[in-house]
Structures are given as C-alpha cells and as structure tokens.
T-cell receptor
Framework: QQQVKQSPQSLIVQKGGISIINCAYENTAFDYFPWYQQFPGKGPALLIAIRPDVSEKKEGRFTISFNKSAKQFSLHIMDSQPGDSATYFC????????????FGTGTQLKVEL | NAGVMQNPRHLVRRRGQEARLRCSPM?????VYWYRQLPEEGLKFMVY????????ESGMPKERFSAEFPKEGPSILRIQQVVRGDSAAYFC??????????????FGPGTRLLVL
C-alpha cells in the first residue's frame, strides 16, 4: 500500500524558474512531513519539514505548502539553480508510531541553464 | 560533529554469502533506523533500534535479515544467504531523542550492496 504518493516522477525546469513537487498522503495520523534531497551516490539530506498545524513554511528558496483537508503537501523551489538538480523525496512520519518515515517514490529534478 | 557513518560504502557478494553492514550514528544519538532503497524507488523502512533493543522491525523480511545495536559499537544489519533481489542501497539514519518527539532523522551515505 502506497501511503505517500509523489508526483511528478521527473521534472525539468529552466534556471531561475519555479520547481513544484507534490505529495499526497492517506494516513490522517501522520503529523510530521519532511522533504529530503538526495544527490547521486549520497544519502538523503533533510531540506525542510512541516507539521500540520501550519499551512506554509519557508526557508530561503524552499517553501512547503500544506493542505490538511486535502491531505496534500508540496515543495516549491524558487529561482531554481543547476545545483538544485537532485532527487527529492517527500516523507511522512507518525509521531509515537515508532518514528519510521514513509517515503514517496521520488522526483528527479533537472535544472537546465 | 561527524555525521552518520556507514561502511562499507560498496559491498559485492555472491549468492548464498553473508552481508554485514555497519552504521555508527551521530555523536549523542541513541536511535538508529535502517532503510532500503531499490533502484528507481523511494526508501522503505526496515527496522528501528535503540541501544540493545529492537523497537520496531515491521519492515524487515522475516527470514535472512537481522539487526542489532549493541551497547558498544556500531549497529549491524546482517543479511544471510544473500540473493540477487537483496541488491539495493541500504541507508542508516539516526536521531537524538525519543520517537514520540518526532525527531529529525539524519542519514548516512549508504551501503550499496550488489549480489552477483
């Protein structure tokens, strides 16, 4: 059962553009939603995270938008740069449920010059 | 502060051999998680351990896989009698406090296992 669905699978954006990656979850008990960035051959690195008591969180060029009623959340990368080219994973966590992260399937982002 | 360390980074085994993957959490972290990433897929939870205790192993295959986190030394993920389907990247993550606080998990660089 895929509890966190992520789209698109791949994304090409021009330098300076906005990259948008979407995720939807099924378990309403999830209460922590991190995004991870992974470069080839490396482990995932935490990018930004949000809890469902807020609808938006911004850190630099990265923004999470959260829609609790729709059970959806998205990552926006403003002014996308070639260095942002990586695979992005959304995840969801159930506090008190063992702290195990449930990951989306990933989005391969390529930012072109 | 050193991050999560995993070794080896790459491991090649023949079918039927054993694979031992090691993970040293970040300093001060006492919670370790193992995830498996198949090619072109997201990470799948395998097991969550604290020192000397397995807290949640709901993602572990019932056979051939085991994990431990001894009082001293790194956490070990052990795969006995490996098969080609075990080929994947295995990531370890650690967090500093109890799970109920929803602490962020910090990932290591992974061990890429190839079974020939």
């Amino acid at each position: 059962q895929q509890q966190v669905k992520q789209s698109p699978q791949s994304l090409i954006v021009q330098k300076g553009g906005i990259s948008i990656i979407n995720c939807a979850y099924e378990n309403t008990a999830f209460d922590y939603f991190p995004w991870y960035q992974q470069f080839p051959g490396k482990g995932p690195a935490l990018l930004i995270a949000i809890r469902p008591d807020v609808s938006e969180k911004k850190e630099g060029r990265f923004t999470i938008s959260f829609n609790k009623s729709a059970k959806q959340f998205s990552l926006h990368i403003m002014d996308s740069q070639p260095g942002d080219s990586a695979t992005y994973f959304c995840a969801a966590n159930l506090t008190g449920g063992g702290n195990k992260l449930t990951f989306g399937t990933g989005t391969q982002l390529k930012v072109e010059l | 502060n050193a991050g999560v360390m995993q070794n080896p980074r790459h491991l090649v085994r023949r079918r039927g051999q054993e694979a031992r993957l090691r993970c040293s959490p970040m300093k001060g972290h006492s919670h370790v998680y193992w995830y498996r990433q198949l090619p072109e897929e997201g990470l799948k939870f395998m097991v969550y351990l604290q020192k000397e205790n397995i807290i949640d192993e709901s993602g572990m295959p019932k056979e051939r896989f085991s994990a431990e986190f001894p009082k001293e030394g790194p956490s070990i993920l052990r795969i006995q009698q490996v098969v080609r389907g075990d080929s994947a990247a295995y990531f370890c993550a650690s967090s500093p406090r109890i799970a109920a606080l929803g602490e962020t998990q910090y990932f290591g660089p992974g061990t890429r296992l190839l079974v020939l």
